[in-house]
């Protein structure tokens, strides 16, 4: 039976996951299966975006069978030839023999390298940014080499603003029947697996990858459809931040992890105690490994997350334990960068541990080897304890600290201060006469409960301003944290002067107020009625009862913190801006010289508030 995911009006998902392999290219375990997607475009033309590994083929068939229902295949793009993805393209090619293959010149070798069907006569060659259009919409062709093999290239439908980004972004884990990475536990369930998958299957290439991003960050992107894993189409400037820290070798986290190889115990021994001396320095979420009872590509995906990294290995053989000489060569051979790295040895009669892990690790880019290494004979002795501090306390020192408040008379008021009040964020609407408008604020309270009364402050400068002031009602739509940073531009980057911010917009809905709430990226909304009002100088502070309140999702409430580390896009550190960012919520004015009564469209802060971005 066919199994197929239905994305838009025109797209199909149209791959299968499995659960039974147990090595991913027979080299990294699957604790939670693996998905081939592929996806199958109904334009004027079909086009089959890549095919499936050979072991869900049956299913994927049938899948292309039911949503071409009849319909000969027009197209298909292959942006990755290696046979997860590549493995059933003779048997398409069998079955829809007047297929055009659409791929680049390197994809055509390899095509021809796996197979002997006849290539040439079928083939429609492509290069940067070279298009295809099939009707309603046009394929840009961007080429992403050794991202992960060298004729990788990824698809950009320019009408929906779809890429579909080949390995990029992918992740291990089967698909469980929800498509959309915003359907999951993403953050808490996946990320580790998405971490594991990148770093070992192209964390060596992070100078491709930055590549590809730096190419990605010149496109507007509303859905990102990898080959395996979810589909992106929420948080999208989460996951690429993740994926800039891993390109660029960045740590995610400042913390220690300690990678030990023991045969007796006496080693994983001293592990234990350097672990317990750094957690009595204050270091907290140690995570410790034994090399040889956990898989390499889980620790090397940890070496990636961490700031600081600790091997302790017993001498064998006159060199490393083996399942440690294996850990070092494979992390060498991903080109990790940009770590803190202590080392500690155990040899009964001949220690050379610490010898040949530093020689392997100094041929890392950017790492410190602290000089603070320990030798141990057989088992850490007491004598020996001082050794163990000596060395926890050069980690800890290593490791960066906030530096303490010095309060004096003049004390500042730092602004970033401010960001941890718990703010929501809201889309603030109200009705003139048959002129509807809204506006993003993040001051909302709920101040009585008998009767339901709530406060907004609104600054003066708004449109919504002078209408609430005017009709004395408006809506309050909470935003829920699967809001995208378009729903800030739409409502809070314009002025309801300028435009019509309801022009264009569909789904809204009026509350019994007559007035628009927000009735999607929201988990609620309450109508007020002007009580009162108390003139703040730039803003108004609203004091109204409530006429209505209605429950519209259990999403989360998106927070003034969630905003800006998840939604708000950083100035990118591989997209170069010029220009002025706000120093308080960060927006970017792009242009050489700020006007001086510039006045933020988001914060509504003047230009005394932004600085100059470093050239
Ligand atoms: Fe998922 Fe490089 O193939």
Request: include cysteine; charge should be negative; glycine fraction near 6%.
């Amino acid at each position: 039976m066919y199994c197929v995911k239905k994305m838009t009006e025109d797209l199909y998902w149209v791959g299968a996951s499995e659960r039974r392999l147990n090595l991913f290219e027979n080299a990294y375990p699957l604790t939670n299966g693996v998905s081939y997607n592929s996806y199958l475009l109904l334009d004027e033309k079909t086009v089959l975006i890549d095919t499936v590994d050979k072991s869900v083929s049956g299913l994927f068939f049938e899948n292309v069978d039911h949503v071409l229902s009849g319909r000969k295949l027009d197209y298909l793009i292959v942006q990755h030839m290696e046979p997860d993805h590549a493995a059933t393209i003779g048997e398409l090619v069998l079955r829809h023999p007047e297929v055009t293959i659409v791929c680049n010149a390197k994809t055509r070798t390899m095509m021809q390298n796996f197979f002997t069907f006849d290539i040439d006569s079928r083939l429609q060659l492509v290069k940067e940014m070279d298009t295809l259009t099939t009707g309603k919409h046009t394929f840009a062709f961007v080429m992403a080499p050794m991202v992960h093999w060298p004729e990788v290239m990824v698809s950009y439908d320019t009408t929906t603003k779809t890429l579909y980004s080949a390995d990029a972004f992918g992740t291990f884990g089967a698909l469980n029947g929800n498509l959309y990475a915003d359907e999951v536990n993403f953050r808490t369930e996946w990320l580790a697996d998405a971490r594991r998958y990148y770093t070992n299957i192209v964390g060596k290439y992070g100078t491709q990858v930055q590549a590809l991003l730096k190419k990605a960050a010149g496109l507007e992107i509303e859905m990102i459809c990898p080959l395996h894993g979810p589909v992106w189409r929420k948080d999208i400037a989460w996951f690429l931040d993740k994926y800039i820290h891993w390109a660029t070798y960045t740590p995610e986290d400042d913390a220690v992890v300690i990678a030990y190889a023991s045969v007796y115990g006496g080693t994983e021994n001293a592990a234990n105690v350097l672990a317990a001396k750094l957690s009595d320095l204050g270091v907290r979420n140690v995570q410790m490994y034994d090399v040889s009872v956990t898989h390499p590509s889980y620790i090397l995906s940890e070496c990636f997350r961490a700031s600081h990294l600790v091997f302790i290995s017993t001498t064998y053989n006159a060199g490393m334990f083996v399942t440690m000489e294996n850990l070092v060569h494979d992390i060498v051979h991903h080109n990790l960068q940009n770590r803190t790295i202590a080392l500690m040895e155990n040899g009964s009669w001949a220690p050379t541990a610490a010898g040949l892990m530093r020689a392997e690790f100094q041929k890392l880019k950017n790492c410190t080897i602290l000089d603070e290494t320990v030798t141990i004979k057989s088992t850490l002795k007491e004598a020996q304890l001082a050794d163990v501090e000596t060395m926890a306390q050069a980690i800890f020192d290593s490791m960066p600290k906030p530096a303490p408040a010095e309060h004096t008379a003049d004390a500042p008021i730092e602004k970033n201060a401010f960001f941890s009040f718990s703010y929501g964020l809201f889309v603030l609407t109200a009705r003139d006469g048959e002129k509807d408008n809204g506006c993003i604020i993040n001051t909302a309270a709920q101040l009585t409960d008998t009767p339901k009364r709530i406060s907004i402050a609104v600054n003066k400068a708004n449109y919504t301003h002078d209408m609430i002031r005017k009709t004395g009602v408006f809506n309050l739509s909470m935003l829920s944290t699967d809001a995208p940073f378009g729903l800030f531009r739409h409502y809070g980057f314009q002025s309801g002067r300028d435009v019509d911010k309801f022009a264009d917009v569909k789904g809204m809905a009026r509350a019994t107020n007559g007035v628009y709430y927000l009735p999607y990226s929201t988990n609620a909304f309450v109508s007020g009625r002007v009580t009162q009002e108390i003139d703040l100088g730039t803003h108004t502070l609203f004091i109204a009862d409530v006429t209505e309140a209605r429950v519209l999702s259990d999403a989360p409430s998106m927070t003034y913190s969630f905003y800006f580390a998840n939604v708000k896009p950083k100035p990118s550190a591989l997209k170069k801006q010029t220009g002025w960012v706000c120093k308080i919520c960060g927006y970017v004015y792009e242009g050489e010289t700020l006007p001086a009564d510039f006045i933020c469209p988001l914060c509504k802060h003047g230009a005394e508030d932004f600085e100059k971005l470093p050239e």
